[in-house]
């Protein structure tokens, strides 16, 4: 063997000694820490399950607890809506209660007034007692936000008048209201009853 080719080989032989040297020192670490990181990780497993416990516990404490307040509220809202329902009815039922008794002082006044026109022989007291029933009862209508509104000389409105008939008429314009059959009422701003009316039209000359 030359010199040359022994030196290459020492050269080779010292490179692979390190190479083994350091893979063998490398792989002793390694297991090392592998041997050290399971000890650690079981150490954290044990205090994690302690814990999960601890966390379960606690978790049916409050499921439990929740579980109870959504009951009670669900009873309570059972009452609530039954409570409501009921109180509903009632006010279907007896929501015209304080209007009808306002109209009972009303039916009095109007059955003495009767009593008095048959013993009576005069028109005048008759009278008299007819327009304070109607004052009376335009009162208690007032009350419950129920009025009248007037038609005649306001022009013909199909949203709040029932035309009955048309007439010709020299004061008023075309399609003008000129007479009530019937008065026309509403409720707030609501309409209750349409008003009956007679209309003016052009004169068959015209």
């Known amino acids: 063997m030359t010199a040359a080719k022994k030196k290459v080989s020492d050269e080779n032989r010292e490179h692979g000694e390190e190479g083994i040297v350091e893979i063998s020192s490398s792989a002793m670490e390694d297991k090392e ?3 050290d990181t399971k000890t650690m990780d079981g150490h954290k497993s044990s205090m994690s399950k302690k814990d999960l416990n601890k966390k379960l ?3 049916e404490k409050e499921k439990n607890e929740l579980s109870d307040r959504l009951l009670r509220t669900m ?8 409570r409501v329902a009921r109180e509903k009815e009632d006010l ?34 008759v009278i008299e007692g007819i327009e304070m029933i109607q004052k009376q009862f335009v009162s208690a209508l007032e ?5 009248p509104f007037d038609s005649v000389g306001e022009p013909f409105d199909p949203e709040r008048h029932e035309a009955m008939a048309q007439q010709e008429h020299d004061e008023y314009e075309e399609n003008t209201v000129i007479e009530e059959y019937q008065k026309g009422y509403c409720l707030k701003e609501k309409l209750l009853r ?5 209309v003016s039209k052009s004169s068959e000359k015209e």
């Open 57 to 59: 516990e606690e978790m």
């Open 194 to 198: 349409p008003a009956r009316v007679i």
């Open 143 to 147: 009350k419950f936000h129920v009025k």
């Open 92 to 125: 279907i039922k007896y929501g015209n209660e304080k209007f009808a008794f306002d109209l009972l002082s009303v039916m009095d006044n109007f059955e003495r007034s009767l009593e008095q026109a048959k013993a009576s022989k005069e028109v005048e007291p």
């Open 75 to 82: 009873a309570e809202f059972e009452n609530y809506r039954k």
């Open 33 to 35: 820490e592998k041997k």
